[in-house]
Every structure is written in C-alpha cells, then in structure tokens.
C-alpha cells in the first residue's frame, strides 16, 4: 500500500521573468508586469510530496524531520530572501519561472529523498497559481 507524506514551506523571493535576446516591447508583451526591469516579488508556498510504502517498524513513509531539514538545507536558505536572476546560479540561464523553480526544486530535493519513493512538488506563486512536477 502506497501512502503520500507532505511537507509545506515557505519563501520569499524576487524575480523578473524576460529574455534576453527579446526586445523590452516583445518581453512586455509576453510577460507583462512580470518583466519589470527593477523585479518583483513573492511569497512562495511549497509542498513537498513523497509517496511510498509504509515501513513496518517505523510506521513512516519518511521521517518528516528529515524531510522538513532536507527542504530547509537545499530549497529554503538558496532561494529565499534571494533575487534569483542574479543570485541563484541556476536562473542565470533559465528564465525563473513558476515552471523552470519547480523542475530546479525537485531536481534538488531528489538525490535526497530515498529511490523507492515517488517525489512531487507543488509551487504557489500566488493563492491562485500553482504548479505541480513530479519528474516527468
């Protein structure tokens, strides 16, 4: 029997979403007030997913201790109170998008959730924009 375990965190963090090679005209077009030149920011809510098997004698999916100092060593003291275009290397080439952090959150967290079992985040940017990669 498969069961999902779920850590929430939060962060804050400054962004601007453009691209280089476009024109300011064409990069407010397709990003709006999000390709502010000066940045803006968010409040991030995170949710970390981590199904698998019961273990018998522990009665864990995952030890939610380590999960939770896991989430805080390598997403929260990289990204938060950060400008990701200029201090989180991973976002010097990659435009930070709500898409492009959940891909680098769950490329981070997964060399330290163990290999049996399914890891999935979801990213709120606002309330009411979210995304959710599971590795796929």
């Known amino acids: 029997m498969k069961v999902t375990v779920s850590r929430h965190a939060h962060f804050n963090a400054a962004h601007r979403l453009y691209r280089s090679d476009w024109s300011d005209a064409k990069n407010n077009e397709v990003f709006g007030k999000c390709s502010n030149p000066n940045f803006h920011g968010h409040n991030y809510e995170l949710i970390v997913h981590v199904t698998g098997e019961i273990d018998p004698e522990t009665g864990f999916v995952m030890d939610m ?72």
Not at 69 to 88: F, G, M, P, R, S
Not at 98 to 126: C, K
């Open 65 to 136: 201790k380590l999960l939770k100092n896991t989430i805080k060593e390598h997403v929260e003291e990289a990204l938060d109170h950060k400008n990701l275009n200029i201090e989180v290397p991973f976002f010097k080439t990659v435009n930070p998008t709500a898409e492009n952090m959940a891909v680098m959150i769950w490329d981070t967290l997964r060399p330290h959730i163990p290999s049996s079992n399914s890891l999935s985040v979801t990213l709120y940017e606002t309330p009411r924009n979210y995304v959710q990669y599971s590795g796929e």
